[in-house]
C-alpha cells in the first residue's frame, strides 16, 4: 500500500514594515528680529519708512519723530470745505494744483517726507510735482491743528515752513473758530491776517481768494 505523502502547507506571516523616514537636512527658520529704531534726534528716511500704515501720520524734523494720532471729524470737514473752495478757484483761473493729504512733500531742509493738511503748488513751480513726492517747496502749504498737535503746528512745522521759505503757511483751527495766514518775507513769516466768526480769510499768493470763515466751520445740516 503505498503510503500518501502529505504536503506541510507553510504559512508566511506577512508584516507591513514601515518605510523608513528619509533623512533630510532640516531646514530652520530663525525667528525675525525685530527693527530697532533709533533714538530721538537720530531718525532717518529709511527709519521712517519703516513705520507701520495704522492711520497714525509720522513725521521727522531734524531727526526728531513726532507722531499724530488719526484726525477728529471736525478735522477733517475743516480740510474738505477750505479745499473744496481753495482748487476750485485755482482750477477756474488754470493756477496751478491743490491737493489734500496724504502727500508727501519733501522739503530742501528736511530729507523726510512732511505731509501738510493742504498744498498748493503753482504752475511755475510744476516740476517740484513727481510721482512719488512733492520734492522741493509748494507756495502754499495748510495745517488744521487739532488738540493733540496743536503746539507742534504752530511752532515746530512753523519754524521748517519757515526755513524753507515756504511762501504763505496757513493755520486753521477748529475749536477757535480762526484762520491764520503767514506769508514768508525776509527770511521769516510775517501775519497777514487772523480771521474768526463772521470775517472772511484772504490769501497773499492766491491774488484775489477769499473765503468764508463760517463757511469753513459751519455745523453738519
Known amino acids: 500500500m503505498t503510503k500518501t505523502r ?15 523616514a528619509r533623512r533630510t537636512a532640516e531646514t530652520r527658520v530663525a525667528a525675525p528680529v525685530a527693527y530697532q529704531y533709533p533714538e530721538q534726534g537720530k531718525w532717518t528716511y529709511d527709519d521712517w519708512a519703516r513705520l507701520p500704515e495704522n492711520g497714525t501720520r509720522y513725521e521727522v524734523i531734524d531727526g526728531v519723530l513726532y507722531m499724530t494720532p488719526p484726525p477728529t471729524t471736525s478735522h477733517q470737514f475743516s480740510i474738505v ?15 496751478g494744483w491743490v491737493v489734500a493729504s496724504p502727500i508727501g512733500v519733501r522739503l530742501p531742509t528736511q530729507p523726510v517726507p512732511f505731509e501738510p493738511d493742504i498744498v498748493f503748488v503753482s504752475r511755475a513751480h510744476k516740476s517740484i510735482i513727481q510721482e512719488q513726492y512733492i520734492e522741493g517747496v509748494p507756495d502754499l502749504v495748510v ?3 487739532s488738540p493733540s498737535n496743536w503746539i507742534y503746528d504752530r511752532k515746530e512745522k ?6 524753507a521759505g515756504v511762501p504763505e503757511y496757513w493755520i486753521v483751527d477748529y475749536r477757535a473758530k480762526t484762520i491764520e495766514v503767514f506769508y514768508w518775507e525776509d527770511g521769516a513769516y510775517v501775519l497777514l491776517g487772523k480771521w474768526g466768526t463772521g470775517e472772511t480769510a484772504s490769501s497773499r499768493v492766491l491774488d484775489g481768494f477769499q473765503v468764508s470763515v463760517n463757511d469753513i466751520f459751519r455745523e453738519l445740516d
Do not use: D, H, I, W
Not at 512753523?158 to 526755513?163: A, G, P
Open 6 to 20: 502529505t504536503t506541510r502547507e507553510t504559512r508566511g506571516t506577512y508584516r507591513v514594515r514601515k518605510p523608513r
Open 81 to 95: 470745505r477750505l479745499l473744496n473752495k481753495m482748487a476750485n478757484y485755482v482750477e477756474s483761473r488754470n493756477l
Open 158 to 163: 512753523f519754524l521748517v515752513y519757515q526755513t
Open 143 to 145: 495745517e488744521v491743528v
